[in-house]
């Protein structure tokens, strides 16, 4: 048994904008019933009409709507993609603003822990695939970054310790850390709305990658061979070499 309706599970969190929105959508397309999880309950139930899934609303950083969400999965569960996140701010160390690095942490790290912690039970019933999605903030700082480099290398270190305490479970644990994708929202938050900030960031880069590309790559991984693990998988796009290096067109 998986879903009511025999498709293989899947729940996507942070599904009511970009990467997490378009993952929602490349997981149906592989044939997964998708429980699309997010705060903004009217995105996510249009989500869910397009899609013929199920919307359930869900801050992971609420233990309540964490049970819910586990609560409305059942039993089994195939398919966990962790993509609620989020950078919020970009001052230096000096000038941090600690409230927002906490809920940074809350969001990237603590957000993670608890939907896995709560849906394990049901991923081991249905020899599912944890995919935890990070960043190269995870494997390089950079100025400004601290608070969600700290985040996201923080992210990592959950999903390589999760690993290696499942070795002797049918549960897959991976990792795609992505480079620079213009997704819906992401600069613009880390910015408070300066839409002229966040442009900036993007400002050059013939083609950054899209929520899509990393979507295809969820989807990809989500249908490996049960014994294919895919430990992480950094991407970025060709115009970015490296977190420093960025081909920019004048």
């Not at 700290?150 to 049918?170: G, I, N, Y």
């Not at 966040?198 to 295809?216: H, K, Q």
Request: with cysteine; charged share 20%; glycine share 8%.
């Amino acid at each position: 048994m998986t879903s009511s309706n025999s498709r293989p599970l899947a729940v996507v969190t942070g599904a009511s904008s970009g990467i997490g929105a378009a993952s929602a959508r490349y997981l149906a397309r592989a044939g997964f019933e998708v429980v699309c999880a997010a705060r903004r309950l009217d995105r996510i139930e249009a989500l869910a009409k397009e899609i013929d899934g199920r919307a359930v609303q869900c801050d992971v950083t609420s233990a309540e709507d964490v049970a819910a969400l586990t609560e409305a999965v059942g039993e089994q569960l195939q398919v966990l993609v962790n993509n609620a996140g989020g950078a919020f701010g970009f001052e230096p160390v000096a000038d941090a603003d600690l409230e927002a690095w906490r809920q940074m942490y809350e969001v990237n790290v603590i957000g993670v822990a608890a939907v896995t912690k709560s849906l394990l039970p049901a991923l081991v019933a249905g020899k599912g695939t944890i995919i935890v999605m990070g960043s190269t903030a995870g494997q390089v700082a950079y100025e400004g970054g601290g608070g969600y480099v700290a985040a996201k290398h923080a992210a990592t270190a959950v999903v390589d310790t999760l690993r290696l305490e499942l070795f002797d479970q049918p549960v897959r644990v991976c990792e795609i850390a992505p480079g620079m994708v213009r997704s819906e929202g992401f600069a613009l938050t880390r910015f408070s709305g300066d839409q002229a900030k966040a442009d900036a960031v993007y400002a050059g880069v013939a083609e950054p990658l899209t929520s899509e590309d990393i979507a295809d790559i969820v989807a990809w991984i989500a249908t490996r061979p049960s014994h294919v693990n895919i430990d992480r998988i950094t991407v970025r796009p060709r115009a970015q070499a490296a977190q420093h290096k960025v081909h920019r067109v004048q």
